[in-house]
């Protein structure tokens, strides 16, 4: 049976972009993605809440959304969910969700000539 991992997010940076280079010469890049949602009360009144997704890009995707991304940017990311558990050194075990990227977008909202919003995407990179 086949099966997809395969996550899609439109959102905005939470913060600037922390570049590294691994000892192995691979380029690293890990950013956060704020996405919102309404969630229902205790009280039954529909309340904003934000969720924040750590975004980690590899090679030249690394260096490109190091070079182009910033705090605040709207973004469209396409990726893989990839989950990881660790120990920490007093032996707690805990467990994180990443999304590998695999092609980014900034998003760019204009109006049209009749003064409706649209949104266009600029293809930062795509990974092939």
Do not use: C
């Not at 205790?42 to 030249?60: E, P, Q």
């Not at 920490?88 to 467990?95: A, I, R, S, V, W």
């Amino acid at each position: 049976m086949k099966t997809l991992n395969r996550v899609a997010l439109i959102g905005n940076l939470s913060g600037d972009v922390e570049f590294s280079q691994l000892k192995s010469d691979v380029k690293l890049s890990v950013f956060h993605v704020v996405t919102n949602r309404n969630v229902k009360g205790d009280d039954g009144i529909l309340v904003d809440h934000a969720d924040f997704h750590r975004i980690k890009a590899w090679g030249n995707l690394a260096e490109i959304s190091h070079k182009y991304l910033a705090k605040g940017l709207p973004v469209y990311i396409e990726g893989k969910l990839v989950n990881n558990n660790f120990e920490t050194e007093d032996g707690k075990k805990l467990y994180r969700n990443d999304i590998h990227l695999d092609n980014l977008y900034i998003l760019k909202w204009k109006k049209d000539k009749s003064g409706v919003d649209k949104i266009e995407l600029e293809d930062v990179a795509s990974k092939k």
